[in-house]
């Protein structure tokens, strides 16, 4: 399936705004906003992408003519060009980041699909998922593969992101794998082929996509959110609440490239014992202009995650 980041608005007239002591927009116009968005969306996400634009239009009281050039959408590209140009830089980012929330959390890995009948590939062989399921275009990123039986034999493995060729870090568990991405652009397809095995394939499940030009000014709705959420992540720390601090402190991350999110988020998956994940953020840290104290600490912290994996496979 393809995943698309959605924003939906289209150029509309230039007729002047309603006056600030009016309201900006009637909720009939959310509510044509929101049905026409969710057309515009993905079949598994249309009822999630329906309700987070007529939450955000109703709560941030867009202005009369961005509800109205929603209900007349009729393209992704003009949406794009309208979401910059309708709302306000604050609005736009809490539309965007919210509309892909709802998009990542409403998909569900496909089944990968049985060996045929009378086939040599074994029947435990299966690639269930990858984290993280979004990159940067110009490659690089570090993504965990999960699934089964990868060690069940002496395999190799090849991963292609598209039609490019990831570089397989390593296969660190029977169920888990790094992979560091190849450039690219949209979604595509993640295909591992194994040897012996053949091939398993995650379709839709990566997609690239930039980050903020900048890191977020500080001040500025997402630098807030951020800062929020990471906050939460280091209370939750403290009472040892690791899984929980995770989602945090992954939600910050998601919010703005800051170097700190994503070593707290090394941190808390390694204390959480998910050590592929955090040595995965771990590598994201040298990927965020770090200082060269976080930097330090990065590599400090992946030699101490490789060093409890090896143990755990004694």
């Known amino acids: 399936m393809r995943v698309v980041l959605l924003t939906v608005l289209v150029a509309c007239g230039s007729g002047d705004r309603p006056p600030a002591s009016e309201p900006k927009t009637a ?6 906003a929101a049905a026409t968005g969710a057309t515009l969306a993905d ?15 109703t709560e941030d009281t867009w202005p009369a003519t961005a509800a ?22 604050a609005q736009a980012e809490q539309l965007m980041a919210d509309v892909q929330a709802a998009i990542d959390t ?61 570089s397989v870090v390593r296969i660190d568990s029977n169920t888990e794998m790094i992979v560091q991405a190849p450039p690219g652009t949209g979604t595509v397809d993640v295909v591992v082929t194994f040897a012996p095995g053949g091939e398993r394939t995650l379709p ?16 500025s709705a997402q630098a807030r959110l951020a800062e929020a959420a990471n906050a939460a992540g280091e ?19 998601a919010r703005t490239s800051e170097p700190l999110y994503f070593l707290n988020l090394c941190g808390a998956y390694y ?15 040298a990927a965020t202009s ?19 994996m090896k143990d755990a496979a004694e």
Not at 27 to 32: K, N
Not at 142 to 159: E, K, M, Q
Not at 205 to 219: H, L, M
Request: aromatic letters at 6%; hydrophobic letters at 35%; a negative charge.
């Open 43 to 57: 079949e598994p996400s249309r009822e999630a992408v329906r309700a987070v634009i007529a939450i955000r239009c």
């Open 235 to 253: 209370t939750l720390m403290r009472k040892q609440q690791y899984e929980e601090a995770a989602e945090k402190f992954r939600d910050a991350a």
């Open 204 to 219: 839709g499940a990566f997609t690239y996509a930039s980050p903020p030009p900048e890191k977020a000014k500080p001040g």
């Open 106 to 166: 409403s998909i569900t890995p496909a089944d990968p699909p049985p060996p045929p009948e009378d086939s040599d590939e074994p029947s435990g062989l299966i690639v269930t998922d990858l984290y993280p399921a979004r990159g940067l275009p110009e490659g690089g990123t570090f993504v965990v593969i999960r699934g089964t039986s990868f060690t069940d034999d002496d395999r190799t493995a090849r991963v292609r992101f598209g039609a490019r060729d990831g």
């Open 290 to 308: 770090p200082t060269p104290q976080q930097a330090s600490r990065a590599d400090a912290l992946t030699a101490t995650i490789q060093a409890a």
């Open 271 to 285: 204390h959480a014992s998910r050590f592929s994940e955090a040595l995965v953020a771990c590598a994201n840290v």
């Open 68 to 89: 109205t050039c929603i209900a007349n959408a009729r393209d992704r590209a003009a949406a794009h060009h309208c979401v910059h140009h309708e709302l306000t830089g």
């Open 27 to 32: 909720s009939v116009d959310c509510a044509a």
